[in-house]
């Protein structure tokens, strides 16, 4: 059973500038912005995704990588974490 | 006119981060090997190393740039954009295409890549991260200024140790003659960050294992025992005369003639044969005279075998003498970076008319007019600079003053 909160936006952008070297606020990440416009790119966004993984117990699809925006990813995250037993 | 310009140089040494003081310490002979501070040595035969102190790769680069590559890369990046600085070039308002990008490495993100093989080790592949692949392989330097800056024209990467920014001159010969008029080439390397790439420069033999920082590292000596190694590099922008011309730039020295030749892996070859054909064919590319050589900055290994070979080809090819000497002696041999920064100190000759000494070393039992001690006044209008790699190529390339660039 997961016993991990939510991810935050504020978590996420802790994860992307470890993963992926880049400073984003909290709050860029709240909008439509896709990952490319903030500077994050495929190499990077797959980072994230395996460090999201690893850091709450998680197997995520390849559609992870394939998340536009940080609300994308950010759901589908949370989706998991609500629905693992 | 075959040569090529050099408008641009910036040197990242253990001596100097910059060139004017580089300039100071290798004219002062001023040797800085010490012990190796990384990480611990104490269950290794060696101990010594040149490092570079005070370099903060996060002040220059930027975070995105930093988590994927090694310091190797690291170093190269800084050093672009100084020497794109140096010449004057803004890669955002040329034709990204003109300008080719060729960064030398032999040993790649060994450091990056020891991270990455513990995660796997320890924790699995799924700890590995997906940098691995483009932080750790030789051509990431290239790949990475070319990125950051933009630079479009050809790229390549050489891989055979100390030759390889020798060679990349001779590459962007024939890239110019091929109508790409501009290149960045450069060198550098980081063999002292981590146990693995210690490890692996011990299983090639020739480290010494002498602990006293001023006795280790004696090229031409009669002491000598084998090298130290040392980090860093230099990268050069390098443009036809015409190009140089056009934008008015300051030509730093001219790239008169190169030559490289192969003698067989693994070993320095021990009759000198090769590396006195590629001087040979240095000079006449150049057409250059032995007797025009001011000076000449030896590879100088400090594996007695080697040096002998050396001083050999040397004397064949100059019978009546010519000074020699081999200022990395005072702070280590920087595989793909070490013929960078000889090239930087050979400029830099050109440019001050004066010959550094070769720290550490006294008396040579080779008869050869090697530089010791104090500087020696020049003049200095012809360089050349001697490369040998363990792979068993053996280069040579000839600079000459400013002054003498014609069309």
């Not at chain 2, 932080?135 to 055979?160: D, E, H, M």
């Not at chain 2, 003698?263 to 590629?278: K, Q």
């Not at chain 2, 000494?357 to 003049?379: F, H, Q």
Request: charged share 20%.
């Amino acid at each position: 059973m997961s016993t991990e909160s939510p991810l935050s936006v504020e978590q996420l952008a802790t994860i992307i500038k470890e993963s992926a070297g880049v400073g984003l606020d909290p709050s860029a990440l709240a909008t439509d912005s896709s990952f490319e416009d903030l500077g994050v790119d495929s190499l990077g966004l797959l980072g994230v995704v395996v460090k999201l993984e690893n850091q709450y117990g998680l197997t995520l699809s390849t559609a992870a990588e394939q998340c536009q925006t940080a609300g994308e990813l950010v759901e589908m995250v949370n989706s998991k974490l609500g629905t693992a037993v | 006119m075959t040569g090529l310009a050099i408008t641009g140089a910036a040197v990242l040494a253990p001596t100097g981060g910059d060139l004017d003081s580089f300039w100071a310490s290798t004219l002062a002979g001023r040797s800085v090997i010490g012990p190796v501070t990384k990480f611990d040595t104490s269950e290794f035969p060696v101990s010594l190393g040149g490092e570079i102190p005070d370099f903060d790769a996060s002040a220059v680069i930027e975070g995105r740039f930093l988590v994927q590559t090694d310091r190797f890369t690291h170093f190269a990046l800084a050093a672009a954009d100084r020497a794109l600085t140096d010449a004057d070039l803004d890669p955002s308002t040329l034709d990204p295409y003109q300008i080719g990008v060729l960064m030398c490495s032999y040993g790649g993100g060994v450091e990056f890549g020891q991270r990455e093989i513990e995660q796997l080790w320890r924790n699995g592949p799924r700890y590995v991260g997906p940098y691995q692949s483009i932080a750790w392989f030789y051509a990431a330097s290239t790949g990475q200024v070319s990125i950051r800056r933009g630079l479009k024209g050809p790229c390549a990467v050489l891989v055979n140790d100390e030759s390889g920014v020798l060679d990349g001159f001779g590459q962007a010969i024939r890239t110019a003659r091929r109508g790409t008029p501009m290149m960045l080439v450069g060198g550098a390397e980081a063999p002292l960050d981590s146990p693995f790439a210690l490890a692996c420069q011990v299983g090639g033999g020739l480290l010494s294992k002498v602990s006293d920082p001023t006795e280790a590292y004696l090229p031409f000596d009669a002491r000598a025992s084998g090298y130290v190694p040392g980090e860093g590099g230099a990268v050069f922008t390098v443009e036809t005369i015409d190009s140089a011309r056009d934008r008015a730039a300051r030509i730093r020295a001219v790239v008169a003639g190169h030559a490289s030749t192969f003698s067989g892996l693994l070993a320095f070859d021990p009759t000198g044969e090769g590396l006195e054909r590629a001087i040979r064919g240095a000079l006449a590319v150049a057409e250059c005279d032995p007797a025009d050589v001011d000076v000449v900055f030896a590879d100088g290994v400090g594996v007695p075998a080697a040096d002998a070979a050396e001083a050999r080809a040397i004397q064949q090819v100059f019978p009546e003498g010519v000074p020699v000497t081999v200022p990395k002696a005072g702070f280590g041999r920087a595989y793909a970076g070490a013929s960078a920064i000889d090239v930087a100190a050979a400029l830099l000759s050109l440019e001050h008319g004066v010959i550094p000494p070769t720290p550490n070393v006294g008396v040579t039992p080779y008869d050869l007019d090697l530089v010791t001690g104090a500087a020696r006044p020049g003049p200095v209008r012809v360089a050349l600079v001697l490369a040998r790699g363990f792979g068993g190529t053996n280069s040579a390339l000839v600079l000459r003053h400013p002054d003498q660039a014609t069309t």
